[in-house]
């Protein structure tokens, strides 16, 4: 038995990618559910993996609305909790302090409509 001599023309990254898109080809067409069905639910499980990770540690729902708050009925020791000034300025505090606060008025229920 002889060894052949001289270089391969076969590149492992150019041509390998070429043959797996080739692949990925013909499963997508001929059996598209195959391929794309683990994909949505590994998209579905890491949605609601991360749906129940904000739950459990903020307890905190990711579907809020909006609402109002009455600012007559806040009373300055509330705000001073949270901000050096007893008028807040929303840009001096931290996300954490005003999530914060933001429950606190919750609590108190100070939300309008």
Request: charged letters at 20%; zero cysteines; proline letters at 4%.
């Amino acid at each position: 038995m002889t060894w052949r001599s001289g270089r391969s023309k076969i590149r492992l990254a150019r041509d390998g990618a070429r043959f797996f898109l080739i692949i990925l080809k013909i499963a997508t067409f001929f059996s598209p559910f195959r391929v794309f069905f683990p994909l949505s639910l590994l998209s579905f499980l890491l949605g609601t993996g991360y749906y129940a990770y904000t739950y459990f540690t903020e307890r905190r729902f990711t579907n809020w609305r909006m609402g109002r708050v009455d600012l007559d009925r806040i009373n300055a020791g509330m705000v001073l909790k949270y901000s050096e000034k007893p008028r807040l300025d929303p840009f001096q505090v931290s996300g954490r302090v005003a999530i914060a606060l933001l429950q606190d008025v919750m609590e108190a229920a100070l939300i309008v409509g």
